[in-house]
Each structure stands twice: as structure tokens, then as C-alpha cells.
């Protein structure tokens, strides 16, 4: 399919349908986005970029060009030959998957579609998701499938302020409800990725996405138990993943922290945890895995109380520092932000909690209200301990706590450097 004639519709503007609907752009495509948030709306409206991954100047290139518009009105995309669901699917209640949003953005798609268009759901979803839920959606419309549109299912593998592998960087796994259906896919996706990796099914696409962050979840769940037996064992976890990391074979390295955050880890694997009890299946793995790091913060604030403890210290109405809120490293995003658990933990206790991060102003959240404290070496003296709970490029940690009273480090910020007042994870 040709870049010059195709036009392509985004509904999502988020960390993943932004990126992609502007890498479309880029390359020439006429792109129309689906947007019901009127604050996302109203930014690019200014080209101004409220994500990472984007600049304001990368916005304002595409506008510029008028191949890239954005609106909340689903007709918009009753002349894309491409449609590319990237909605979130968060959890509910008790670790339930929620596809409401999928459901809705579908049925919007569906009452507007142009005939024989191409449909992708890139939004993380259960095995069976695209067959069961999105196809009926179509089917109730009076669509028939093959000749009225194709449906396919692609995972998104967006890693927000990853310079190094932006969309076209990544393979593109793709699974279709038919061959047909797969075959239109790789030739769209191929006008702006360069590797193209078709499976069966739209099943084996949906658990590509979930074995990818399962393995991540166990992985770091291991290594966050392993932290914690160390510290009992007098051993340097960090030394030990060092160490390790040098085989060149066999072992990967992953880190201990306060926790995992971000759209993908904490709640992916839990889709598939779900889906598989309807198959009379529980993967034990995987829920220990997710319990071991929900624990994380209530471990940290334990081990905080204890250091305060061999000062002299209650951690009731002590002064605790937070540095670094976000849940990644130089990226302006809170989701499922362990830090934010940290705060919400510790003022439970009756600390007296600060902050600072150099990318997030304020914390207005259920619970915290909070504005980001400017820092300097007489301040920091002021709190009885610092947890650094992320780190940023931006700052200089070493440099700045050098006279604090107590530092938890629970991002190995200091490395190897060992000190009276310093505590590491």
C-alpha cells in the first residue's frame, strides 16, 4: 500500500498512539487522531507535546505540514484506510481486566469505518480479546469480516524515553484473523517500521505482549526477594548482580527497587493471570511475582523506620526527603509510580513528607498534596532522612547529600560508595 494515497486514523493519543500516529506523519501518511481528552486536545492545538517521546517541535513540524490533525469526533475516520486502536486497559476491582475502553473506542470505529478497511488493536489485552470482544462489536453492525473490514492484533512495544529504540526501531509482531487480514497489516505497518513480524493468530499476538512482560515481572520479583534475603544475609546484592552480570551467557541482569511502574508491568501479566483460571489454570508464578513487588514500598518504609531507629529516631513525625517521583529515570510519568506508594506509606506512619523532582512541579493525588521542594545543601540538612526513590539525569545526588543525616538509596545511586549515613536497598 502506498504511503502517498493511504490515510490512517489513530483513536488514543497517549504514550502509544502519539508516537505512532506521528511516525505516520512523518513519513507522509495523512493522519487523523482520535482524541476524547480535551486537555490532550487543547496542547496540540498549540503544539505543545505532553509526552516524552515527543518534542514541541516535532508536533508543530506535523501540523505544519497539515498532514496530522487531531479531534474527539469519531467520523474523522470514515476515509482511513487504517485504523489503530491504542486505548488503556487498566485493572479493576480485584485485579480484573478492564476493556471498556477498547469496547467503546470499537464501537465508535464501528459506525464509521470505511469499507474494507484495515482495523489494529494495539491496546494490551487477554488471549482472545480481538476474536471474542472486538469481533462481534463489528459483526452486530452488520459488518462481515473479509469484506467489509480486517482485524488484526499488534502489541505495542512503546518504551517511553528509550532514545535508542523509537517506533521504527522496534519489530512489529502482527496477528490477524486472517491471513488476509495479517498480510494488509505488514504492508501498512512496513511504511514506517522497518521489521515486520507476522504470527498465526490474533491469540499468539495478544500473549507475545504478556509473555514479554511477564518475564520481566518474575524476573524483577526474583531479584526484589533475593534483595531482601541478602540484606538479611549481610550481602551486597548490587556486588552480587555485578559479579554476575560479567557471564556471557545464561543470565541477564535485572535490578531490585521500590517497586515497578508505568502502563505495562504491574498490570499486563495480570490480564494473563486472569485469563488463564477461566482454562481451570493458576500461574502461580505470576502472582507471586506481582506480590512480592506490591511489597516493596511497605519493605522500604520498614527498613527506613529501622535506620531512623538506630539514630534515635521515631519515624512518626520524622522529616523525610522523597527524591524522585516518576517511576523511570528522566521521563515525566506517575503511573503505577512506586514512589507515590512510598508517600502515600509513610504519611500513613505520621512522617512529615516532602518532595522533589525536577520534571514533576506538584502532586495532586488522592491522599498527597504536594509541591516539589527546590533544593540546596542547607535544606537537606533539615530532613532526617532522603530516600532516593528515582533517580534523574538532571540532578546531582552525590553533590547534593553529601551533609545529609540519613540517605536510603533504593536506586543504587551511589554505587559502590559506602558511608556512615547511607543505606542501600
Known amino acids: 500500500m502506498s504511503k502517498k494515497q493511504i490515510k490512517i486514523a489513530v483513536v488514543g493519543l497517549g504514550y502509544v498512539g502519539f508516537p505512532l500516529a506521528l511516525e505516520f506523519a512523518g513519513k507522509g501518511v495523512e493522519v487523523t487522531g482520535i482524541e476524547i481528552d480535551s486537555d490532550r486536545l487543547k496542547a496540540i492545538s498549540k503544539g505543545r507535546s505532553y509526552i516524552t517521546d515527543i518534542t514541541g517541535a516535532e508536533l508543530k513540524a506535523a501540523l505544519a505540514r497539515g498532514n496530522f490533525k487531531a ?206 483460571k477461566s482454562f481451570g489454570f493458576n500461574s502461580r508464578f505470576i502472582k507471586l511475582a506481582s506480590d512480592i513487588i506490591n511489597q516493596m514500598p511497605e519493605y522500604i518504609l520498614r527498613r527506613i523506620e529501622e535506620a531512623l531507629k538506630q539514630r534515635g529516631k521515631e519515624l512518626k513525625r520524622a522529616k523525610i526527603l522523597v527524591l524522585g517521583v516518576t517511576y523511570k529515570k528522566d521521563v515525566k510519568d506517575l503511573r503505577k509510580s512506586p514512589g507515590i506508594e512510598v508517600i502515600r506509606a509513610l504519611k500513613k506512619r505520621g512522617a512529615v513528607v516532602s518532595y522533589s523532582d525536577p520534571l514533576i512541579p506538584f502532586l495532586k493525588l488522592s491522599g498527597i498534596d504536594l509541591r516539589s521542594v527546590v533544593l540546596n545543601g542547607g535544606r537537606i540538612r533539615g530532613f532526617d532522612c532522603v530516600l532516593i526513590a528515582s533517580d534523574h539525569s538532571s540532578v546531582d545526588y552525590k553533590g547534593l547529600l553529601k551533609n545529609a543525616k540519613l540517605i536510603f538509596d533504593s536506586r543504587n545511586v551511589f554505587g559502590g560508595l559506602r558511608k556512615e549515613n547511607l543505606e542501600r536497598l
Open 71 to 276: 479531534s474527539a469526533d469519531f467520523s474523522g475516520i470514515k476515509e482511513a484506510d487504517a485504523v489503530f486502536i491504542c486505548v488503556p486497559t487498566p485493572l479493576k476491582g480485584k485485579n480484573l481486566p478492564d476493556i471498556s475502553f477498547i469496547k467503546n473506542a470499537v464501537k465508535g470505529v464501528s459506525l464509521h469505518i470505511k469499507k474494507g478497511a484495515l482495523v489494529v488493536l494495539e491496546s494490551t489485552t487477554y488471549p482472545g480479546t480481538t476474536e471474542e470482544e472486538i469481533l462481534p462489536i463489528f459483526q452486530k453492525q452488520g459488518l462481515r469480516h473479509g469484506r467489509d473490514f480486517f482485524l488484526c492484533f499488534s502489541p505495542e512495544r512503546i518504551d517511553p524515553g528509550n532514545k535508542k529504540f523509537p517506533v521504527h526501531n522496534i519489530p512489529k509482531v502482527i496477528g490477524g484473523i486472517s491471513p488476509e487480514a495479517t498480510k494488509l497489516a505488514v504492508s501498512v505497518y512496513r511504511i514506517i517500521i522497518k521489521q515486520v513480524v507476522p504470527v498465526s493468530s490474533c491469540r499468539c499476538a495478544e500473549t507475545v505482549k504478556l509473555l514479554e512482560n511477564t518475564f520481566r515481572l518474575i524476573n524483577i520479583g526474583l531479584i526484589d526477594e533475593l534483595s531482601m534475603m541478602a540484606h538479611k544475609m549481610r550481602i551486597d546484592i548490587w556486588e552480587v548482580i555485578r559479579a554476575a552480570a560479567t557471564k556471557p551467557f545464561g543470565f541477564m541482569p535485572f535490578y531490585p527497587g521500590p517497586g515497578v511502574g508505568g502502563h505495562c508491568i504491574p498490570k499486563d501479566p495480570l490480564y494473563l493471570h486472569w485469563k488463564a
